[in-house]
């Protein structure tokens, strides 16, 4: 038996349906009121916050990733800001 297995991108802002991640960023960007090249940079900054989040989680008292931690977090924030996104609903998922 063979099965396939088909993979679909859903934009998170609308909930559409695309066939490629590309596809899906582009419009996702758009959606944002962002370029693509933004886009990246807020997914990069996002996913940056999330792996410091979870290297810190045992380390509560290492001065150097808590700053890191701050400094990325102030950079999302002003990022969010310049481009007019909600920046309460994004802290309130930390």
């Known amino acids: 038996m063979i099965k396939k ?9 609308c909930k559409k349906e695309f066939a490629t991640e590309l596809e899906c960023k582009k419009h996702e960007a758009e959606e944002m009121g962002l370029t693509l090249t933004e886009y990246e940079e807020l997914e990069y900054l996002e996913r940056r916050e999330r792996e410091l989040a979870i290297e810190s989680e045992g380390c509560a008292r290492e001065d150097n990733l808590r700053i890191l931690y701050e400094k990325v977090m102030s950079k999302i924030v002003a990022f969010r800001n310049k481009h007019n996104l909600d920046t309460d609903g994004f802290l309130n998922h930390i």
């Not at 297995?5 to 802002?13: D, G, L």
Request: net charge positive.
């Open 5 to 13: 297995v088909k993979t679909v991108y859903i934009c998170q802002v």
